[in-house]
């Protein structure tokens, strides 16, 4: 491990379930300063045939362990070249860099039978960048009884602090809550799908891969009934935290099957509306439920880009909903500068794995370390 100094750089990575794209910063972590720094921010997208790869590895199938190999080493030149996009922007060598925090793809997230996977190749970008990796950040967590997830509210009160009770969304693939409070422990769970049905319904019906600003969504309106079915009827949402959750339940197979028994005719305009007040509902349920004190909630990740769905939040809570952009962070930015921090938090031995949010039976330093 390096010697510890006044001001470190560590890169963060991140490619989340909306399997849209790795997402990455460069960050200046300094001893005499509450916030990390951000000095530089890149997106690349997922190459379409890595993305089906990834998606296919979401179930079980032909010659999936090689497969699972060759995709990880796909993602590590992915990673590597947002890696060279930082490293140019804030003029930085790679000798310079601490560690990198990459949170790698996941493919199954099975806490109940002990075990998540995020595919990634640590070896390779190690070799690749020159720089030592920090990956593999929920195993640990989940080794001692834990969700493995959500990963980002110790993060989030490093961040926000807890002054005044606040809630932190994470609003990717799935949506995640921290709940913040001067009084109480920090705690989070996952509340369910975020953009992951949006994404498959856009999908299937205009070809695009999501659905712009929340565009077409718009011309649609919410089917109360069909809401109403969809929650109902899915028991996870029932379920107290701590909880987290994936492809591995919300996929294509989930919103088929959940359509054709609600058994009416609804246009499919109406039925990317349900899907986005599915997604403000849940969210708002679980802060009426578990964090009714909060008097601000902040939003993050490429769900944030979506004024309607913002809208329809602020519809249910009883208090003003803002974007990280507010604090000087770009909503795409946001998990990514978590794995930057998770990395500083392993190379300084700071146990990020918090029980009050996992589950776990104790605190533990997340993740493993590649040298350079
Ligand atoms: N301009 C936009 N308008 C509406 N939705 C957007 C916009 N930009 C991004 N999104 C949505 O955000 C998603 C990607 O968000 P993000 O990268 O934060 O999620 P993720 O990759 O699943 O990450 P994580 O799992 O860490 O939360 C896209 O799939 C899309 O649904
Ligand atoms: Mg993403």
């Known amino acids: 491990m390096p010697p510890v100094q006044d001001t470190q750089f560590f890169i963060g990575l991140m490619s989340g379930t909306s399997t849209d794209g790795a997402d990455g910063v460069i960050a200046a972590f300094s001893a005499n300063k509450k916030r990390p720094e951000v000095l530089a921010q890149a997106s690349l997208p997922m190459p379409p045939a ?23 080493n796909e993602l590590a030149h992915l990673y590597a070249r947002v890696c060279q996009l930082l490293l140019s922007r804030a003029g930085l060598a790679p000798e310079q860099v601490t560690a990198i925090g990459a949170h790698g793809q996941t493919v199954r997230h099975r806490p109940d039978l002990g075990y998540t996977i995020q595919l990634n190749s640590p070896a390779l970008l190690a070799e690749l960048g020159q720089i030592a990796v920090v990956s593999d950040f929920r195993s640990r ?53 975020a953009n992951v ?16 600003n929340g565009q077409w969504g718009k011309s649609g309106t919410v089917n109360e009934a ?14 107290p935290p701590p909880k987290s959750t994936g492809r591995d339940l919300f996929n294509q197979q989930w919103l088929n099957s959940m359509l054709s028994a609600f058994d009416h005719e609804v246009a499919p305009q109406d039925i990317q509306a349900t899907l986005r007040a599915l997604t403000a ?7 009426h439920a578990y964090a009714p004190e909060t008097r601000e909630v902040i939003a993050c990740g490429g769900g944030a880009l979506n004024s309607r769905l913002l809208r329809e939040l602020a519809e249910r809570v009883n208090c003003p909903v ?7 962070i770009a909503c795409q930015s946001m998990e990514a500068l978590a794995f930057a921090w998770l990395a500083w ?24 370390y590649y040298p350079a």
């Open 50 to 72: 890595l993305k089906t790869l990834f998606l296919e590895l979401n179930a079980t199938g032909h010659n999936e362990l090689e497969k699972s190999c060759l995709a990880a």
């Open 141 to 193: 967590d989940v080794a001692a009884g834990g969700q493995g997830a959500p990963l980002v509210p110790a993060f989030h009160e490093a961040l926000f602090g807890t002054q005044k009770p606040l809630t932190v969304l994470n609003l990717g693939g799935m949506a995640n809550i921290s709940i913040l409070h001067p009084e109480k422990e920090v705690s989070g769970f996952d509340t369910g799908p």
């Open 197 to 212: 049905l949006m994404d498959l319904w856009c999908k299937q019906h205009t070809g695009q891969e999501f659905d712009q």
């Open 226 to 239: 069909l809401l109403h079915f969809m929650l109902s009827t899915e028991p996870w949402f029932r379920q």
């Open 281 to 287: 509902q849940t969210i708002s349920d679980a802060i």
């Open 322 to 328: 803002s974007s990280c952009e507010d604090y000087g």
């Open 345 to 368: 938090a392993h190379c300084h031995r700071h146990p990020a794995g918090t029980p009050s949010v996992s589950g776990a039976r104790h605190k533990t330093i997340l993740g493993a």
